[in-house]
Nanobody, 115 residues
Framework: QVQVLESGGGLVQAGESLRLTCAAS????????MGWYRQAPGKQRELVAD???????NYADSVKGRFTISRGNAKNTVILQMNSLNAEDTGVYYC?????????WGKGTLVTGSS
């Protein structure tokens, strides 16, 4: 069993920064891509950013230049540094991890960017 846990959400003013952390734990035999999706009210879940096990990154166009995803120092952790946040970044941010060949999801953390 693999558990995925997010932390770091909150309420920020426009232009401010926030840092999200995700950690996968449990019986992990193989580690793959980890990343973040978000779901805004009334919208579908969308990819924000992800990172492969060897550090290759991928970003949604809407966050390029503002968000940075990286691997944490601890094994099977990822960090999403979000700068210049705005109201359009509001949503529940879900971490996912491809572990042992299958996708595992966290329960999500709420990010609210006020205008």
């Amino acid at each position: 069993q693999v558990q995925v846990l997010e932390s770091g959400g909150g309420l920020v003013q426009a232009g401010e920064s926030l840092r999200l952390t995700c950690a996968a734990s449990g019986r992990i035999f193989s580690s793959g891509v980890m990343g973040w999706y978000r779901q805004a009210p009334g919208k579908q879940r969308e990819l924000v950013a992800d990172i492969t096990s060897n550090g290759n990154t991928n970003y949604a166009d809407s966050v390029k230049g503002r968000f940075t995803i990286s691997r944490g120092n601890a094994k099977n952790t990822v960090i999403l540094q979000m700068n210049s946040l705005n109201a359009e970044d509001t949503g529940v941010y879900y971490c996912y991890a491809i572990m042992n060949g299958g996708p595992y999801w966290g329960k999500g953390t709420l990010v609210t960017g006020s205008s």
